[in-house]
Each structure stands twice: as C-alpha cells, then as structure tokens.
C-alpha cells in the first residue's frame, strides 16, 4: 500500500495511463466462454450415459458405467460454475477500477496546480502571493487525500475479488483428487500419471511419446527436457544426447548452442570441450574454426595461440608457420615482425599458413575458403577436413556445424546423419539423439516415425518398442494408444515394418436364397444375386395376381483408390453364394502398403509423385460410384419393405403371412444397413481425396524445385574462388527446407490415408441365415 506515501502526480499517472478495464473485461468474456462450453460438456456427458443406460443398456455394467462417470460430470460441472464465478468477479475488479479512475484527480489538474504554485512562487517578491501559494498547496492536498481515498478503495474491493478467487484452485484440486489415478492423464497410451498428450511413460509430461517425468515436448527420454527427441536429462533444446544442453543436436553434457560434441561448450559444431565460439576441434578455445587446445582467435591450427590462422604453438598474429611467432607471415619458430602475405607453400590468397589453399587465413592443407585449419574443405572456419560448408568440426560432413563426420545438413553431432539437429548417428530427419532414425526428433533407436522414445517402432510418439502405430507405452502393439505388451508376442526386430498392409473390399451386395413356409396359398418369395439383383414376388398359378415391379441393382464398377502409401482398392463382386461381408486382413491381403519410404525420398521424387498422379478424380469417382451403389441399395430395401407390407396388410393373412414377415424383415434391414455402409464408404474416399488436395497445396512444387537445383549448378560451377559459397550454402538450405515441406506433406497425406483405410477395415455386416 505504498500508493498512501506517493504523491497525486503518480498515483494519477498510474490510474489514467494504464491499460484500463479492458483486459478486465476481456478475462471475464474468456471465464464466460469457458464456462458455457464447460457446462456444455458436461451436460452433453450426462445426457449420454443416462441415455444409455435409460434405453438400450441395462444391467450391473450399466450401472457400474452410471457409477464410474458420474465424478467426470461433476467435476465438468464445479469446473464450470468456478469459471462463471471468476467471471463475475473479474467484472467486480473493474467496476472497482472504473469506481477508482472516477473518484481520482486527473493528472491534467495536478499539473495545473503544480505549475500555478511555480508561477505563484516565482512571482512572490514581497510575499504578495502567500495566501495563494498557501490555497494552491490546500487544493494539492486534498488532490493527495482524494487519490488516496479513491486508491485505498480500489485495493480493498481488488483484496476482496482476491480472496473469493483463492479457493477456486483448490476446489478444482480437490474435485480432481476424486477422479482415478491412471484417468488423470489427458490423452491415450499413457502409461503413468498427469501426462498431457499420448503414449508417454511417466509422470507428469507435457507432449507425447515421453519415456521419463517432467517433460515438455515430445519423443524425450529421461526427464526434465524442454523440446523434442533429447535422450538425457534437464536439457533445453531438440536431439541433444546428453544432460543439461541448451540447444539441439548435441552430444555431451552442459553445452549451450547446436552440434557440439562434448561438455561446456558455447557455441555451436565444436568438437571437443570447454570452447566458446563454433567449429573448434579441441578444448578451450575462443574463436572459430581453431584445431587444437587454448586458441584465442581464428583458423588456428595448433595450441595458445592468439590471432588468426597459425600453424604452430603459442603464436601472436596472423598467418604464421612455427613456433612462438609474434606478427604477420612468419616462416620459423621464435619470429618477431612480417613476413610474406602467405606463410605456407602453394597458398593462392592473404594470411593463409598452410599449403595448397585458395582463399583467405586457412592454416590447414588443401582448402577453399576462409579460416579453414583443417584439410580439403571448402568453405569457412571448417577445422576438420573433407567438409563442405560452415564451421564443420568433423570429416567429410556438408552443410553447417556439424561436429561428426560423414553427415549431410546442419548442426549434428553424431555420425553419416541425414538432416538437422541430429545427436546420434545413422539418422535422416531433425532432432534424433538416437541411432539408424527415419523421421524426428526420436531418442530411440532404429524408428521409422517421429517423436518416439523407446526403439524399433514404426509410427508416432512411442514410448515402448516394436511398435505399429502411435502412443503406445507398451511393447509389440499394433494401433494407438496401448499401455500393454500382448501376452505370447514375438519381436519383430525390423527397422522397416509396413506401416500399412491392408486392402479393403466392399459389402457383398448378395442376400442369400430363402423360401417362407408352405401356405394354402403356395406362395413363393425368392431373391436370387446374379451380376444384377432383383427383388421379386411370384404368386403361384392358384393364388390372386400379385406382383411388383422388379428392383433392379446393377452392378457398378468403383474405380481404385490409391494413395503413395498405400493402395486401396475398391471393388464390389456380385456373388450367388452365401457368406458374411469382410476386409481382408493383412493376412490376405494382395496389396502391400509402402514403408514410408517418401521421408527417404528427394523433393524431385516426391513432388513429382504428387503432381504427376492421376489426381483426386479418381477418389472423386469412387465416392460418386459408392454413393450411387448407396442409393439403389436404399431404394431396394425400401422397395423389399413396401412389398412385404402390402402383402400382410392386404390379401395374404394367417400364420404364413405372419412367418414370411417375420422371415423377410432381417433382409430388410440388411439392405439398410449395406446402403449406410455404402454412404460410409462414399464419405471416406471424399476425405482422402480432400487429404490428397491438401497434400498437393502443401507440397512444393516440382518446377521450384528444378529451379533450386539448376542454380546449385550453375553456383558450384562458377564457383572458382569461393565466392559463391554463401550462396551456395543458402540454395542448399533451401533445398532442405523444400525436402523437409514434402516430407511434411507426405506424412500428413499418409495420415489422412491411414486414418480411411483403418475406418473401412472396421466395416463387417453378415449377412442373415435362411429360415
């Protein structure tokens, strides 16, 4: 309540010049949205359990059901009613602020007075002015008074909209205290408690596919991580392999920046520990490209040496060949001044130390570039050899930071990885601090997906191993969300497993042969399939002349649905024989899906996959061939219905009308029942055609992608001196950027496609037995 000691001029200041009741009132707006759609839900939840259990589902596990959600409901509805009383009490603070603003003197006033009395006094030469200076100083108090008043109410009102909010959160505690352990998770495949996201295995994880506690992100394994695939603990970052990282793609302990191999180091594509700068190959160096221990500088290639681009020990300069040199292109040990622009053999350029380089302060043998202290490299600050790029510390690696060797992109530590941010080695993605990785940010091993912490799963965010599909914590599931390992199950031990392998026939649109009962009247109601189906009534020669139109099936072809992963198709086989309507298995079926092989694909491949298919004219014509199979299917069944209604309702009655009625109404129904299948099946081809489109919005197109890679010719060609080399590495990193937007797209498609082929594989109807 320092607000009583501050003078008018502040205290208005900070009531007039704020941001007002606005947000106020933007909070209460949110709290009250919150609340309605809390309400909502809870009572759309209530109003279907009890509707269940009100109608078509009776007995102890009905009750059980009633039992075990009626905490969720409750505590929907208190999460509800608190939402709607901080509502109302974030209207109470600003009526309590506006109730302020109006009792406090404007800033306007006070400046009014304050520059009165300064007039007042300026002018006083013979005390003329007292009793106005004294009027001006009463008014200034009572200015005082009246912000004090006005802020002391203020903060009585707020202290109490304070104090009626405190129990909310513990109200909240205790309501969730109530609802079972293992259902404290939000999400599925958790394995643990207060995880929030899907097949973490843990406790208290914020994303998905966690093996540990604490996490924030996804596919980490250990605990306390801030990011996604880190196999380690407490680390700030993506794909780091190690503890305490602040950045991604490391491989060590404590290291701040990307790439690094080893502990303490600040930057970023070090190899080594304790160095602060990038692509140093030692410890404790400040500076860039430096090879060897306690260099302070650029491009040297030995130890303490301090300038740039020394070949040798403890130099001081630029450019120099030897021992203990202080000054510029000195050939020798123990040099004092300047020597020739190049201290080494064969250099083409200024201050290189080396022999055979082209360009500028290389101290190694064979570069192109700038502060190269390695060999054979081409580029800039490159201190191992064989590299392509920027601030490379290991061998043989192209593109940017990276401190392992044989690795293609930017900042990995690890081995012959493919991508970004890569910890372990064998990798192609981003963020992988695990081994032999198709996809990102895993910190397991040998995982064809994303996000996965434990090992040898293909698909999405697992924390267990040997996986099919997504947000499994348990071992050798196939689908989502399991916390279980299936009793008897072998390991697959495959880094390849079909992700999809699974095709799909359409219902069997054949009812079988049945005949009703013998009657007086010797009627005979036959159905036969053949390549059309008719639904016809035959009354024998002795019975009064019935007889309907027939309705007629025709057999329509439905054209196949494919998708780059995998390859659905659609077929409808007319049949005379009786059977149940099924999807083959993957034990059956004759189309295998892909292994996601897209993600080892280049742009060209994949966008020229996308844009040079047949299109979503196809699915569009499976979904108009399924929804007109669907409506024939309808009209027979309606058309089967009216019959055997008009039968029982006019001329045929008895004990056979009654049977033949009773016969006939399973058909019916099955007959339905097919059309919504039909309709069903209708709907998903539109939703993978809608998938495919966005695949195509989403995809880069291939006529970008030729363009990026006939500039990186015409670069590298041209590329005679280095020159060209930032633009080299930009056009690079672009083409890295449309292969990971693929990829992106690719996966999404694959998704959109899964999610179809799984939703159709659940359709089975069989048909029913002749009586």
């Given at each position: 309540m320092n607000f009583v000691i501050l003078p008018p001029e502040i205290n208005s200041a900070r009531v007039y010049l704020g941001a007002g009741s606005g947000p106020m009132l933007a909070a209460a707006a949110a709290w009250d949205g919150l609340a309605g759609e809390l309400g909502s839900a809870a009572g759309s939840f209530g109003s279907v359990t009890s509707g269940l259990t009100g109608a078509v589902w009776q007995g102890p596990a009905a009750t059980a059901m009633v039992e075990a959600a009626a905490p969720y409901v409750g505590w929907l509805s208190a999460a509800a009613a608190h939402a709607q009383g901080a509502a109302g009490q974030a209207r109470t603070a600003v009526s309590a602020f506006e109730a302020a603003v109006a009792a406090t003197v404007h800033p306007v006033a006070v400046a009014a007075n304050r520059n009165q009395l300064v007039s007042l006094v300026v002018s006083n030469l013979f005390g003329q002015n007292a009793p106005a200076i004294a009027a001006a100083e009463t008014a200034y108090e009572q200015m005082w008074a009246q912000d004090v008043a006005a802020m002391v109410g203020y903060h009585g009102e707020a202290a109490a909209v304070v104090a009626q909010l405190a129990p909310m959160q513990s109200g909240l505690q205790q309501a969730l205290q109530t609802l079972p352990g293992m259902l404290a998770n939000l999400g599925v495949g958790n394995a643990g408690s207060g995880n929030l996201g899907g097949g973490n295995h843990g406790d208290n994880n914020l994303g998905s596919g966690n093996n540990g506690s604490h996490n924030v992100g996804s596919g980490n394994a250990g605990n306390t991580n801030l990011g996604n695939g880190n196999s380690g603990n407490s680390n700030v970052g993506n794909g780091n392999r190690g503890d305490?990282?602040?950045?991604?793609?490391?491989?060590?302990?404590?290291?701040?920046?990307?790439?690094?191999?080893?502990?303490?180091?600040?930057?970023?594509?070090?190899?080594?520990?304790?160095?602060?700068?990038?692509?140093?190959?030692?410890?404790?160096?400040?500076?860039?490209?430096?090879?060897?221990?306690?260099?302070?500088?650029?491009?040297?290639?030995?130890?303490?040496?301090?300038?740039?681009?020394?070949?040798?020990?403890?130099?001081?300069?630029?450019g120099n060949t030897g021992n203990n040199d202080i000054g510029f292109g000195l050939t020798g040990d123990n040099q004092v001044g300047f020597g020739a622009l190049n201290s080494g053999s064969g250099n083409i350029g200024f201050g290189n130390s080396g022999s055979g380089n082209v360009g500028f302060f290389n101290s190694g043998t064979g570069n192109v570039g700038l502060f190269n202290s390695g060999g054979h490299s081409f580029g800039a600050e490159n201190s191992g050899s064989f590299n392509t790029g920027l601030t490379n510390s290991g061998q043989g690696n192209t593109g940017f930071v990276n401190a392992g060797f044989n690795s293609l992109g930017l900042a990995n530590a690890g081995a012959n990885n493919m991508g970004v941010f890569n910890g372990g080695s064998q990798n192609f993605g981003f963020g992988n601090s695990g081994f032999q990785n198709t996809g990102s940010w895993n910190a397991g091993s040998i995982n064809t997906g994303d996000f996965n912490a434990g090992s040898i799963n293909t698909g999405w965010a697992n924390s267990g191993a040997s996986n099919t599909g997504g947000f499994d914590s348990g071992s050798l599931n196939t689908g989502f969300g399991s916390m279980l390992t299936p009793v008897g199950a072998k390991t697959r031990v495959s880094a390849r497993r079909a992700w999809i392998r699974r095709a799909f026939s359409t219902p069997v649109v054949t009812p079988p042969v049945f005949r009703t009962p013998a009657s007086p009247l010797s009627q005979v109601f036959t159905t036969r399939a053949t390549a059309t189906m008719r639904v016809s009534i035959t009354p024998a020669a002795s019975s009064p002349a019935l007889a309907t139109p027939a309705s007629t099936i025709s057999a329509s072809p439905i054209p196949m649905c494919s998708t780059r992963a995998s390859v659905i198709p659609v077929t409808t086989t007319p049949d005379s024989s009786t059977r149940p309507m099924r999807s083959p298995d993957s034990s059956t079926?004759?189309?295998?899906?892909?292994?996601?092989?897209?993600?080892?694909?280049?742009?060209?491949?994949?966008?020229?996959?996308?844009?040079?298919?047949?299109?979503?004219?196809?699915?569009?014509?499976?979904?108009?061939?399924?929804?007109?199979?669907a409506a024939e299917l309808q009209a027979a069944a309606s058309s089967f219905d009216a019959v055997i209604s008009g039968l029982a309702a006019g001329p045929w009655s008895g004990p056979a009308a009654v049977a033949m009625t009773a016969a006939a109404a399973p058909y019916v129904s099955w007959l339905a029942a097919s059309a919504a299948q039909a309709q069903g099946a209708a709907t998903q081809a539109r939703v993978a055609a809608t998938a495919f489109e966005a695949a195509q919005t989403s995809t880069v197109h291939p006529a970008a992608v030729t363009a990026n890679r006939v500039l990186l010719g015409a670069l590298v060609a041209t590329n005679f001196v280095g020159q060209n080399t930032p633009a080299i590495a930009a056009t690079e990193f672009d083409y890295m950027q449309m292969w990971a937007q693929d990829v992106a797209a690719m996966v999404g498609y694959h998704a959109g496609a899964m999610s179809v082929a799984a939703t159709l594989r659940r359709n089975s109807l069989v048909t029913p037995r002749p009586r």
């Open positions: 305490q990282n602040f950045g991604s793609g490391n491989s060590g302990g404590t290291n701040t920046g990307n790439g690094n191999i080893g502990t303490g180091n600040v930057g970023s594509g070090n190899l080594g520990n304790g160095n602060l700068g990038n692509g140093n190959l030692g410890n404790s160096n400040v500076g860039s490209g430096n090879r060897g221990d306690n260099n302070m500088g650029f491009g040297n290639r030995g130890s303490s040496n301090i300038g740039v681009s020394n070949t040798g020990n403890h130099d001081f300069g630029f079926s004759s189309v295998a899906g892909s292994d996601m092989d897209f993600m080892l694909l280049p742009p060209e491949t994949n966008s020229a996959l996308i844009y040079g298919g047949a299109g979503s004219g196809s699915l569009f014509m499976a979904a108009a061939a399924w929804e007109g199979l």
